[in-house]
């Protein structure tokens, strides 16, 4: 099975926090058939892990995941 991960580096860990709860919620969402995520955060630094049934899977949801963390890194955080 193909498998990549990146990884996103944010400006305060609030806001890495922020980000990694907001995609915490969709990566245990029964929708997600064809790959299997996984997310790690370490201080400001978020990884995200994708194994999924072929290269094209794989790159369809790294592709997704890029675009929410690029709106979610755009939205205002209290506290951020």
């Known amino acids: 099975m ?7 580096s944010f ?6 926090r922020a980000v990694y709860e907001s995609l915490s919620l969709e990566t245990g ?7 299997k995520t996984t997310l790690s955060l370490k201080n400001t630094q978020l990884r995200v892990s994708i194994i999924a049934d072929d290269a094209h899977a794989c790159e369809v949801s790294r592709a997704s995941y890029a675009k929410l ?3 979610l890194d755009n939205l205002e955080t209290p506290g951020a």
């Open 2 to 8: 193909p498998s990549l991960s990146f990884s996103r």
């Open 11 to 16: 400006s305060s860990a609030s806001k890495a």
């Open 29 to 35: 969402k029964s929708f997600e058939k064809r790959s």
């Open 69 to 71: 963390i690029d709106y």
